[in-house]
Nanobody
Framework: QVQLVESGGGLVQAGGSLRLSCAASGRTFSFYTMGWFRQVPGKEREFVTAIGWSGGRANYLDSVKGRFTISRDNAKNTVYLHMNSLKPEDTAVYYC??????????????????WGQGTQVTVSS
């Protein structure tokens, strides 16, 4: 079992920045591909980004490329989502997810084994 706890969400103006964190516990963090997804009410959950075990490979949703960066610190069992140049359309609940082994090109929610509780990000115009 892996437990995931997100933090760092909040309200920010368009053009601003936020950093989300996801702290993992339970099993060897470095064995897991870590992903971030987001969801708004009435819409399906959307893949945002994922990072491989060592942090050497990452994959991004086209609309966040150049604005968002995923990183991980295996010594701290934490994955981060650095979000810059935020837009109102980035408003959503952001979820951290973990997949044992896997790779960053796993973009479907059902590919992932564990999920956090989510953190709200609201971008005002």
């Amino acid at each position: 079992q892996v437990q995931l706890v997100e933090s760092g969400g909040g309200l920010v103006q368009a053009g601003g920045s936020l950093r989300l964190s996801c702290a993992a516990s339970g099993r060897t963090f470095s064995f897991y591909t870590m992903g971030w997804f987001r969801q708004v009410p009435g819409k399906e959950r959307e893949f945002v980004t994922a990072i491989g075990w060592s942090g050497g490979r990452a994959n991004y949703l086209d609309s966040v490329k150049g604005r968002f960066t995923i990183s991980r610190d295996n010594a701290k069992n934490t994955v981060y989502l650095h979000m810059n140049s935020l837009k109102p359309e980035d408003t959503a609940v952001y979820y951290c997810a973990a997949k044992e082994y896997g790779n960053p090109w796993y973009t479907k929610g059902e590919n992932y084994d564990y999920w956090g509780q989510g953190t709200q990000v609201t971008v005002s115009s």
